[in-house]
């Protein structure tokens, strides 16, 4: 009687019309209720209601108002769920049902769920595996319901944090396939090299050795002039046919992951860490560049390139060098007189670097890397902060003039290649970032200068951006540089040359390092065939998505298992109520993030941790601040000294307080 009845069709659309109708994303809570988060506002979702939807679900809702003119949403309608695919912890209920707990911090209700006929393994409560969601209340109304199609590792396994993570940003624990052999691939002659004396500078346990140098001065009529310097780089293409399953496999992973304890190859192992590997006193094909300089580090002649044997005659490593140049007592010493020239020539030419760098480009901010102590079965022995020493700058100068030659080549002789790209400030933040200046930038120029400075057309050119920086290497505290921080761009790679701001530079184009990063083993590819005047592809843009994705990845995994130990490490040390230096890195209503200077953990610090009264609390977005009373107290980039008062390890995150 009902059936395709056009007057009930037409009443049902009228009741529809009338409704207020609102897309947004649900925000859960800690307790049973919710939010709906749209463009405008936030709506309240009723507990009864949370139940059709999940944190982080994109959902359309009807606007109810309810007793005392409250609104409240009432879910509808799936646009988009928060869970595919995701992590979970295996739990077995009180009637032998499978369940799951999503690894997630903000979703806490268990999931029904079965297994994939692929999933051999036994499970029992506290294993760590990978499942899809097969039904949401919304989209078939029907419960929650989802199958596990991975095992990821046993409840037990000390290094769930690396193989939960890695498996969440769907990334392989195990290296590249090998081939059964590897035969020289290269067709074209090769240069001998073998007697330079390259030597290899890198920790005491690397494996996996990419780059070697050489280095000798420039001489005329018995009186230095300048430098030569000679790059010689791993060349794994000499060994992997360009539609091999390997290259392919490389070009999905795009980067070894480098994690706490060892390290994930972009590469079969039998390649980065031996047949590629430029381990002292082994004949290994290489990608040379030779480079010269004047004394004060200018390049004086186009760099060339050639593919060469070369043979490195000695390992040496960070700490060794930067303590035989320190003048440290009872160091390392050098074992013959050739190493002892390497090592002091490449000081002065890094120092020489250095210094241009300073002038004519940017330098990197010193920050320190924080190292993790494992044991062998997981567990953490110490987080230490290490600083960057004279042996790796030695390195990092070599590698960046290097790079800067190779943006010049590609850019001149290939007319491609895949180029890192940075342009600064982004377009609509640009006229932030001149009020932002003008305001907290005083030195002796006139304000009339100072606009001029930093007037938007200036702030958007290389040389604009560069004189900013220095500027700001003068302020006091990093807080004008990491409010400007939030204004730029993101770094991209680029097939055509483009100027990267962040280091000061024309063009740059990494090739130094093609054993871990796919982008190096295509720019070899182009240089290698320009060498032979050999045919070649300019990189496709689905090459260059990948490696933003790719990179994106890699922090995210090196991120997240951070956290996950530094809760680890933390926890151990609660009993003793430690307190610690902290900077602050960003602040919101909630309270402020803060990284301990120490060890580099990221602390939480509720709102309420800073003042008991909500109402005399106010967050400055603008500025990032914070405000008591009227009064500026807490600010992007302050030093305050703070206590731990809780680790979630279920949640990875850190909470404390301000010390008193």
Not at 16 to 32: C, F, H, I, L, P
Not at 212 to 217: H, Q, V
Not at 412 to 434: Q, R, T, W, Y
């Amino acid at each position: 009687m009902f059936q395709n009845n056009p007057i009930l069709s037409q009443l049902k659309q009228q009741i529809r019309d009338s409704q207020v109708w609102v897309e947004g994303t649900v925000k859960g809570t800690d307790k049973a209720y919710g939010f709906l988060d749209s463009d405008k506002k936030s709506y309240f979702i009723p507990p009864t209601a949370m139940k059709k939807v999940m944190h982080g679900d994109k959902i359309k809702a009807v606007i109810e108002t309810v007793a005392e003119d409250r609104e409240q949403a009432e879910p509808k309608e799936l646009v988009e769920p928060m869970l595919s695919r995701f992590v979970a912890k295996v739990r077995w209920n009180k009637d032998r049902k499978l369940t799951l707990l999503v690894d997630h911090p903000l979703i806490s209700q268990p999931i029904m769920a079965n297994l994939h006929k692929s999933v051999e393994q036994k499970l029992k409560d506290g294993d760590w595996v990978v499942a899809i969601l097969k039904t949401h209340p919304l989209r078939d109304d029907r419960l929650f319901f989802a199958q596990v199609i991975e095992f990821i590792c046993s409840a037990e396994d000390q290094f769930a944090p690396w193989w939960v993570t890695l498996a969440r940003h769907q990334q392989s624990r195990y290296p590249v396939q090998g081939a059964e052999s590897y035969q020289m691939l290269d067709q074209q002659s090769r240069q001998d090299l073998t007697a330079l004396f390259f030597v290899t500078i890198d920790s005491a346990n690397t494996q996996d050795m990419d780059d070697a140098l050489y280095i000798e001065p420039i001489k005329q009529d018995s009186e230095q002039t300048g430098w030569k310097l000679v790059v010689a780089i791993a060349d794994p293409t000499a060994y992997i046919a360009i539609d091999s399953q390997i290259e392919k496999d490389a070009a999905q992973r795009c980067f070894t992951h480098y994690l706490p304890g060892f390290n994930v190859p972009m590469l079969p192992r039998e390649l980065s860490d031996d047949l590629c590997s430029l381990m002292p006193n082994e004949k290994r094909p290489a990608l040379v560049c030779y480079i010269e300089t004047d004394l004060a580090g200018n390049i004086i002649h186009s760099p060339y390139f050639v593919s060469a044997y070369v043979q490195s005659k000695a390992k040496l490593t960070y700490d060794g060098v930067s303590d035989y140049l320190d003048n440290v007592e009872n160091s390392w010493q050098p074992e013959n007189t050739e190493i002892k020239q390497q090592i002091e020539n490449l000081h002065q030419f890094a120092l020489a670097r250095i210094q241009w760098r300073k002038n004519n480009a940017l330098l990197f901010k010193e920050k320190p890397d924080y190292a993790f102590e494992l044991a062998e079965n997981g567990n953490i022995i110490n987080i230490k902060a290490e600083h960057r020493r004279i042996a790796h700058k030695i390195v990092e100068e070599a590698m960046v003039i290097a790079n800067i030659c190779a943006a010049e080549y590609l850019a001149e002789k290939v007319k491609c290649g895949i180029f890192s790209k940075h342009l600064g400030f982004d377009p609509k933040h640009l006229s932030l970032a001149n009020e932002f200046l003008l305001t907290h930038i005083a030195n002796d120029q006139s304000q009339e200068a100072l606009a001029e400075r930093y007037s938007v057309e200036n702030l958007s050119t290389l040389t604009g951006y560069c004189d900013m920086q220095r500027d700001l290497e003068q302020q006091q505290n990093n807080y004008v540089q990491l409010r400007l921080r939030r204004l730029l761009q993101p770094a991209e790679f680029s097939s055509e040359i483009a100027p990267h701001f962040g280091m000061g530079l024309n063009g740059y184009a990494t090739w130094t390092s093609p054993i871990r990063k796919y982008s190096d083993m295509v720019n070899h590819r182009l240089i290698k065939a320009t060498i032979i005047d050999q045919q070649y592809d300019k990189p496709q843009p689905e090459t260059l998505k990948r490696l933003q994705e790719a990179r994106r990845q890699n922090r995210l995994v090196e991120r997240d298992i951070a956290d996950w130990l530094y809760c680890r490490y933390l926890a151990e040390n609660m009993a003793k109520q430690p307190h610690f230096e902290a900077e602050i890195v960003d602040i919101m209503r909630g309270g402020l993030r803060v990284q301990l200077l120490e060890n580099g953990a990221f602390v939480f610090i509720p709102a309420p941790m800073l003042h008991n009264n909500k109402e005399e609390m106010q967050y400055n977005a603008e500025q990032i601040a914070m405000y008591i009373q009227g009064e500026k107290v807490y600010q992007l980039g302050d030093l305050i000294r703070i206590k731990l008062i809780e680790v979630r390890e279920n949640t990875r995150s850190i909470v404390g307080d301000i010390a008193v």
